[in-house]
């Protein structure tokens, strides 16, 4: 049942439509046999796939609502029957209970019902339960089957695409459009039916005549058309426009020169192999411009309609554009020289404003020109308000900061700016029309440009840029005696290896690095839409992660791209997973755990301490074991709940009647066993590293609680003496306590660039007579200093795009733990961008015998409806009362559980990565004084 209820939370986050796309996809992947792998152990969540846009995505909902539609009243009909399981309406009552209290747990329950009594497969019928709970979710009723029947009765069925079956093409007369009328619901059948108005037993799959061709389902049941997956064949909606440029017309310019290139036409007939291997494409399919160096060092070997000089280039680039349809896939492969010319759009740039640009063969003669950012952004935002899917590889410099020529004759850029005076009539478009969509392109953009200067933020397109713009891109020998650009190589050898399914962001993480490994002044860019297939319009969701950018077998050991600037600490750990998974809860494609032992600034070297689904002896890695690009997930949610303590015995030992001072480190380790909750801290030795706290026993015979850094903890004011009543059973207790309160004090989010982290905001203040928030200062530990009694506000902003669940807790000075806001509710709601001013004041007091202390209030935001409560703690010395057994409703109250568990807690505790995604905490810290 845990693997269905992944695969539900999973669902429960997508809507409607796409749930109704994702299940045209399944059921055509199963084709005419729905019963494929029908048992529930056989669930699989990596069967989810990325839905594609457009016509062939719109063809997946259409026919995912059809089949939902005839599923729906069968599943009504099973499980809305009088008694339908023989259990006396048990079963119904479950599912009832379980929606009352979360609509993914019903359709948890629902999904198994689904799969035993229709013979659907589990992923099939996991989606149908999600869509068949949200279609109640909308319906009024008093029990789940009256809310079920109303949300029958409301939903029109989509015509299908059959043309026997649409429903413009049925009788005009017939009341239910084509679908059962309310009589044949179960409650307005006769009531004398023994099956209740559903089918007897003999209905379900497996007691059906074992040779029928349709796995004991009706036969026309799902007669709606199945969809062709894509075959080689089939690529009449992709159109490449290849341009690679060895050879430069004598390019002797003022300012410099643009030396010829050995690998760029190489590129371009590489990228053209690919293509037309992988997409079967035809000639009409593949538009290419080259410039090949020959015998002749004034003349290439094409001629001139081939040659990519400004005029073709312009000329090709509308071709493509006009020819292609709606949804078409339009890949671009540039390989040659960036340059940088003196500007023609004063109004934009001014007088002494730079263009980039793309250097054509002929920019050494007279009249020739760049193809300019502006007329490249131009010719780009047609092809993007056509709705084109557009991918585009820049295997150049555009020379972003260059101020002297490069000598270097494997880098793509002049590295000078072209004075030159040149034309500024453009056959891309009129000034005004390229100023006024340079204008549009840039106007919320933070960064007027990106892509190394040549391109506005890319809006409706990928791309992949070669280098940034204060670097150069490079060509080199790779293979044999051929030269390529970095780019290019990699990028090709990366799509035979693994396959024209990459997903843009795979396929750029694993390049990227191997580039940089290869040429660390080089570092590749990807701007635009990157959630989406590298080839095509699938969008492809995942959780992003630090990625493996290299591998050094002989230290076994990865570095891993964190580093302190995304907050991560030496003994950091993270699983590596293969390369292209997608679905972290998938432990056959875990590889390796590892922990970082070089940190770095934005990159660290981890070694590796365990092996997973591989034989090796002592955890050694191997070549090929991990690859470049491979995901690596942080494991840890930044707590420790097993403390380890040491006891600092003064030298010489005190005399305290009643008590053996030599045996007290033998005594106090045995006490520890007899006291609940002792798992929660170990003794140790003075010398062991990492020691959490430190028990000291003073000259006057009292035991005081040190930090780490043997300072005594702040909030503990009085000491435990030697010889009092229970004295080791009380200081005992203080170590579980206090191991508890800090072990929910650390707790964090650390999982890297999660969707929520950062996204919560949390002040205190005070109101004005107007009653405006007046936010208070901080001082220099950044603490906020408060009198005690004295009253403030709190503010607390959603700055992420997703409703927030907020709750707030308060960690006192005496080491208690209580809900601080809202009060009468778990939580408060709070929309994106919006903000919590609590009309209520706080009044923060000091425990009693309290001169000052540090008051900590942490707040939580989830997705999901979260119960923090159980994280609460009396104050320091007064009874546990333990924690109270709480069931899990969601991924992160499974977590708070563990946090808490009584019996077994963890030295590393270690995050579900469907938790991660869904939950973040900030948290302020207060200094209160008398």
Same mark, same amino acid.
């Given at each position: 049942?845990?693997?269905?209820?992944?695969?539900?939370?999973?669902?429960?986050?997508?809507?409607?439509?796409?749930?109704?796309?994702?299940?045209?996809?399944?059921?055509?992947?199963?084709?005419?046999?729905?019963?494929?792998?029908?048992?529930?152990?056989?669930?699989?969540?990596?069967?989810?796939?990325?839905?594609?846009?457009?016509?062939?995505?719109?063809?997946?909902?259409?026919?995912?609502?059809?089949?939902?539609?005839?599923?729906?009243?069968?599943?009504?009909?099973?499980?809305?029957?009088?008694?339908?399981?023989?259990?006396?309406?048990?079963?119904?009552?479950?599912?009832?209970?379980?929606?009352?209290?979360?609509?993914?747990?019903?359709?948890?329950?629902?999904?198994?019902?689904?799969?035993?009594?229709?013979?659907?497969?589990?992923?099939?019928?996991?989606?149908?339960?999600?869509?068949?709970?949200?279609?109640?979710?909308?319906?009024?009723?008093?029990?789940?089957?009256?809310?079920?029947?109303?949300?029958?009765?409301?939903?029109?069925?989509?015509?299908?695409?059959?043309?026997?079956?649409?429903?413009?093409?049925?009788?005009?007369?017939?009341?239910?459009?084509?679908?059962?009328?309310?009589?044949?619901?179960?409650?307005?059948?006769?009531?004398?039916?023994?099956?209740?108005?559903?089918?007897?037993?003999?209905?379900?799959?497996?007691?059906?005549?074992?040779?029928?061709?349709?796995?004991?389902?009706?036969?026309?049941?799902?007669?709606?058309?199945?969809?062709?997956?894509?075959?080689?064949?089939?690529?009449?909606?992709?159109?490449?426009?290849?341009?690679?440029?060895?050879?430069?017309?004598?390019?002797?310019?003022?300012?410099?020169?643009?030396?010829?290139?050995?690998?760029?036409?190489?590129?371009?007939?590489?990228?053209?192999?690919?293509?037309?291997?992988?997409?079967?494409?035809?000639?009409?399919?593949?538009?290419?411009?080259?410039?090949?160096?020959?015998?002749?060092?004034?003349?290439?070997?094409?001629?001139?309609?081939?040659?990519?000089?400004?005029?073709?280039?312009?000329?090709?680039?509308?071709?493509?554009?006009?020819?292609?349809?709606?949804?078409?896939?339009?890949?671009?492969?540039?390989?040659?020289?960036?340059?940088?010319?003196?500007?023609?759009?004063?109004?934009?740039?001014?007088?002494?404003?730079?263009?980039?640009?793309?250097?054509?063969?002929?920019?050494?003669?007279?009249?020739?020109?760049?193809?300019?950012?502006?007329?490249?952004?131009?010719?780009?935002?047609?092809?993007?308000?056509?709705?084109?899917?557009?991918?585009?590889?820049?295997?150049?410099?555009?020379?972003?900061?260059?101020?002297?020529?490069?000598?270097?004759?494997?880098?793509?850029?002049?590295?000078?700016?072209?004075?030159?005076?040149?034309?500024?009539?453009?056959?891309?478009?009129?000034?005004?029309?390229?100023?006024?969509?340079?204008?549009?392109?840039?106007?919320?953009?933070?960064?007027?440009?990106?892509?190394?200067?040549?391109?506005?933020?890319?809006?409706?397109?990928?791309?992949?840029?070669?280098?940034?713009?204060?670097?150069?891109?490079?060509?080199?020998?790779?293979?044999?005696?051929?030269?390529?650009?970095?780019?290019?190589?990699?990028?090709?050898?990366?799509?035979?290896?693994?396959?024209?399914?990459?997903?843009?962001?795979?396929?750029?993480?694993?390049?990227?690095?191997?580039?940089?490994?290869?040429?660390?002044?080089?570092?590749?860019?990807?701007?635009?839409?990157?959630?989406? #297939?590298?080839?095509?319009?699938?969008?492809?969701?995942?959780?992003?992660?630090?990625?493996?950018?290299?591998?050094?077998?002989?230290?076994?050991?990865?570095?891993?791209?964190?580093?302190?600037?995304?907050?991560?600490?030496?003994?950091?750990?993270?699983?590596?997973?293969?390369?292209?998974?997608?679905?972290?809860?998938?432990?056959?494609?875990?590889?390796?755990?590892?922990?970082?032992?070089?940190?770095?600034?934005?990159?660290?070297?981890?070694?590796?301490?365990?092996?997973?689904?591989?034989?090796?002896?002592?955890?050694?890695?191997?070549?090929?074991?991990?690859?470049?690009? #491979?995901?690596?997930?942080?494991?840890?949610?930044?707590?420790?709940?097993?403390?380890?303590?040491?006891?600092?015995?003064?030298?010489?030992?005190?005399?305290?009647?009643?008590?053996?001072?030599?045996?007290?480190?033998?005594?106090?380790?045995?006490?520890?066993?007899?006291?609940?909750?002792?798992?929660?801290?170990?003794?140790?030795?003075?010398?062991?590293?990492?020691?959490?706290?430190?028990?000291?026993?003073?000259?006057?015979?009292?035991?005081?609680?040190?930090?780490?850094?043997?300072?005594?903890?702040?909030?503990?004011?009085?000491?435990?003496?030697?010889?009092?009543?229970?004295?080791?059973?009380?200081?005992?207790?203080?170590?579980?306590?206090?191991?508890?309160?800090?072990?929910?004090?650390?707790?964090?989010?650390?999982?890297?660039?999660?969707?929520?982290?950062?996204?919560?905001?949390?002040?205190?203040?005070?109101?004005?007579?107007?009653?405006?928030?007046?936010?208070?200062?901080?001082?220099?530990?950044?603490?906020?200093?408060?009198?005690?009694?004295?009253?403030?506000?709190?503010?607390?902003?959603?700055?992420?795009?997703?409703?927030?669940?907020?709750?707030?807790?308060?960690?006192?000075?005496?080491?208690?733990?209580?809900?601080?806001?809202?009060?009468?509710?778990?939580?408060?709601?709070?929309?994106?961008?919006?903000?919590?001013?609590?009309?209520?004041?706080?009044?923060?007091?000091?425990?009693?015998?309290?001169?000052?202390?540090?008051?900590?209030?942490?707040?939580?935001?989830?997705?999901?409806?979260?119960?923090?409560?159980?994280?609460?703690?009396?104050?320091?010395?007064?009874?546990?009362?333990?924690?109270?057994?709480?069931?899990?409703?969601?991924?992160?109250?499974?977590?708070?559980?563990?946090?808490?568990?009584?019996?077994?807690?963890?030295?590393?505790?270690?995050?579900?990565?469907?938790?991660?995604?869904?939950?973040?905490?900030?948290?302020?810290?207060?200094?209160?004084?008398?």
């Amino acid at each position: 049942m845990a693997d269905i209820n992944e695969l539900i939370e999973k669902l429960a986050e997508l809507d409607e439509e796409t749930l109704q796309a994702q299940l045209g996809m399944q059921v055509q992947s199963l084709e005419d046999n729905l019963t494929r792998g029908a048992s529930v152990e056989s669930i699989n969540i990596n069967t989810l796939t990325a839905v594609p846009r457009g016509p062939e995505g719109n063809k997946f909902i259409e026919f995912g609502q059809n089949f939902f539609q005839r599923l729906n009243g069968e599943a009504y009909d099973l499980l809305c029957g009088s008694d339908p399981f023989g259990d006396s309406g048990k079963t119904m009552e479950k599912i009832e209970d379980a929606y009352n209290d979360s609509s993914t747990k019903a359709a948890g329950l629902l999904t198994p019902l689904l799969v035993t009594n229709l013979g659907l497969a589990p992923t099939i019928a996991a989606i149908v339960a999600t869509l068949i709970v949200q279609k109640i979710a909308s319906a009024v009723g008093d029990t789940i089957c009256s809310m079920w029947q109303d949300s029958l009765d409301g939903y029109k069925p989509p015509e299908i695409e059959s043309e026997t079956s649409r429903s413009s093409d049925r009788p005009k007369d017939r009341k239910d459009g084509g679908r059962r009328e309310k009589t044949s619901m179960v409650s307005d059948r006769p009531k004398d039916r023994k099956d209740g108005g559903r089918r007897e037993k003999t209905s379900r799959v497996s007691d059906r005549p074992k040779d029928r061709k349709d796995g004991g389902r009706r036969e026309g049941t799902f007669d709606a058309p199945i969809l062709s997956p894509e075959t080689p064949n089939q690529t009449s909606n992709f159109h490449a426009l290849l341009i690679g440029i060895d050879f430069y017309f004598p390019h002797k310019l003022p300012d410099g020169n643009y030396r010829n290139l050995r690998g760029c036409v190489r590129d371009i007939n590489h990228v053209e192999t690919y293509l037309k291997n992988t997409f079967n494409l035809t000639p009409d399919q593949i538009i290419k411009l080259t410039a090949t160096a020959s015998d002749n060092p004034k003349q290439p070997k094409e001629t001139p309609e081939f040659l990519p000089t400004y005029e073709n280039i312009v000329a090709k680039f509308k071709e493509v554009t006009a020819k292609a349809k709606p949804q078409d896939q339009i890949y671009i492969h540039y390989s040659g020289h960036g340059g940088q010319a003196k500007t023609v759009f004063t109004d934009i740039k001014g007088i002494s404003g730079i263009d980039q640009g793309l250097v054509p063969t002929d920019i050494g003669q007279p009249n020739s020109n760049y193809l300019r950012d502006l007329e490249f952004a131009k010719l780009l935002q047609e092809m993007v308000e056509k709705e084109l899917v557009v991918t585009l590889v820049l295997d150049s410099c555009h020379s972003g900061g260059a101020t002297r020529e490069i000598e270097d004759d494997r880098v793509r850029a002049g590295g000078f700016i072209d004075m030159t005076p040149r034309q500024t009539d453009s056959l891309v478009a009129s000034l005004q029309q390229l100023e006024e969509n340079w204008n549009n392109s840039t106007a919320n953009s933070q960064t007027i440009t990106v892509a190394n200067g040549l391109l506005p933020e890319p809006k409706g397109y990928t791309l992949i840029a070669a280098c940034r713009d204060n670097e150069s891109a490079y060509e080199d020998v790779f293979e044999g005696t051929e030269r390529n650009g970095a780019l290019t190589y990699f990028l090709l050898k990366s799509l035979q290896e693994f396959g024209k399914e990459l997903s843009t962001e795979e396929l750029f993480n694993r390049i990227s690095n191997l580039i940089h490994n290869w040429q660390e002044k080089q570092t590749p860019m990807l701007i635009g839409e990157t959630k989406r #297939s590298f080839f095509g319009s699938q969008f492809i969701v995942s959780t992003p992660t630090p990625t493996v950018m290299d591998v050094d077998v002989a230290k076994n050991r990865v570095k891993i791209q964190v580093g302190q600037a995304n907050g991560f600490k030496k003994g950091a750990e993270f699983e590596i997973f293969k390369f292209m998974t997608r679905d972290f809860q998938d432990s056959q494609n875990k590889i390796a755990t590892v922990k970082i032992v070089e940190l770095g600034a934005s990159d660290s070297w981890a070694e590796v301490t365990e092996l997973h689904n591989i034989r090796s002896i002592n955890n050694d890695l191997k070549v090929g074991m991990i690859e470049i690009g #491979s995901p690596a997930v942080f494991i840890s949610p930044g707590v420790k709940q097993i403390r380890k303590v040491a006891l600092i015995l003064p030298d010489p030992l005190p005399e305290i009647p009643g008590v053996n001072v030599a045996l007290l480190p033998n005594i106090i380790a045995a006490k520890k066993e007899q006291v609940e909750g002792h798992r929660w801290i170990e003794f140790c030795s003075e010398t062991d590293k990492d020691i959490d706290y430190f028990v000291s026993l003073n000259a006057a015979g009292e035991y005081w609680v040190l930090d780490a850094e043997k300072e005594p903890i702040k909030n503990i004011i009085f000491p435990i003496k030697a010889d009092g009543p229970e004295a080791i059973q009380k200081l005992i207790n203080r170590l579980i306590h206090l191991a508890k309160y800090q072990n929910i004090l650390d707790l964090e989010n650390d999982v890297y660039f999660p969707e929520l982290n950062g996204k919560l905001k949390v002040e205190l203040g005070n109101k004005t007579k107007k009653g405006d928030f007046l936010p208070l200062e901080k001082n220099s530990n950044n603490l906020y200093e408060l009198e005690e009694d004295e009253q403030i506000f709190l503010r607390i902003h959603n700055q992420s795009n997703r409703t927030l669940n907020v709750t707030a807790l308060i960690l006192q000075a005496d080491l208690s733990i209580e809900k601080l806001y809202p009060e009468g509710a778990g939580y408060e709601v709070v929309e994106s961008g919006k903000k919590i001013e609590n009309d209520d004041d706080i009044t923060i007091s000091l425990p009693e015998n309290y001169q000052e202390g540090i008051d900590v209030i942490k707040v939580f935001a989830t997705l999901d409806a979260t119960n923090f409560q159980i994280l609460e703690l009396p104050a320091l010395d007064q009874s546990r009362k333990g924690f109270v057994n709480q069931q899990a409703t969601n991924a992160l109250e499974e977590l708070l559980v563990a946090i808490i568990d009584e019996n077994s807690p963890q030295r590393n505790m270690k995050m579900k990565t469907s938790a991660s995604r869904k939950w973040t905490t900030e948290k302020v810290e207060v200094l209160v004084r008398k």
